[in-house]
């Protein structure tokens, strides 16, 4: 990655390591993420049926698509087919704020040296990508 971002790039480095994917051992990260963000009983209510150790999967490899985003200003055909599938789950704007806060708590709590700039730098990496997600759930983003 080469971003203008450099406190986001360096804070994904300590949490998963160097390269773009985030490898086994970012397991518990993401588990403590839904902890977080399934805290929401409304939120909490869309995952009743969910298998959470796939979801955790899912969410990993997806996190990069959204960075991708960020990167290229392009969504993947991967991120087109994820902003898809939230059409139709009952997911509302305000969760996609819910997400981001459970992200940076977890951010914050894995990524000792992360302070308030590290944690914008997240924001300004994810925002796009979950942006562009909404868009879609809307019916306003290109789907390919
Ligand atoms: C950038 C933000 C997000 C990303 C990257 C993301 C990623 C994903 C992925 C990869 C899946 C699995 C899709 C599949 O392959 O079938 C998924 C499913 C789902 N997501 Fe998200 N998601 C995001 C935001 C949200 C938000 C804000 C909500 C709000 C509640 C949400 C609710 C769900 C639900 C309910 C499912 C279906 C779970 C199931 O299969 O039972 N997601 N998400």
């Known amino acids: 990655m ?13 949490l998963f390591g160097p390269g773009v994917a ?3 051992e970012a397991d ?3 588990l403590t993420f ?6 929401d009983p409304e939120i909490a209510k869309l995952f009743t049926e969910t298998d959470m150790d796939q979801q955790v999967q899912m969410l990993k490899r997806s ?7 960020y990167i290229s200003g392009e969504p993947s055909a991967e991120l ?3 902003a898809e599938v939230h059409k139709g789950l009952g997911v509302e704007s305000s969760m996609f704020d819910a997400w981001l806060e459970a992200l940076v708590e ?3 709590e894995y990524d000792v040296r ?15 990508g979950m942006t562009y997600i909404r868009m879609v759930i809307l019916g306003l983003g290109r789907t390919g």
């Open 2 to 14: 080469t971003l203008p971002n450099p406190l986001f790039e360096e804070s994904y480095g300590r």
């Open 22 to 24: 985030a490898g086994g």
């Open 28 to 30: 518990r990260f993401f």
């Open 34 to 39: 839904y902890d977080h963000f399934l805290r």
């Open 63 to 69: 996190l990069f698509q959204v960075v991708s985003f």
């Open 80 to 82: 087109q087919r994820i």
């Open 106 to 108: 977890t951010v914050a």
């Open 114 to 128: 992360a302070d308030e700039a590290t944690r914008l730098a997240w924001c300004w990496a994810l925002t796009p």
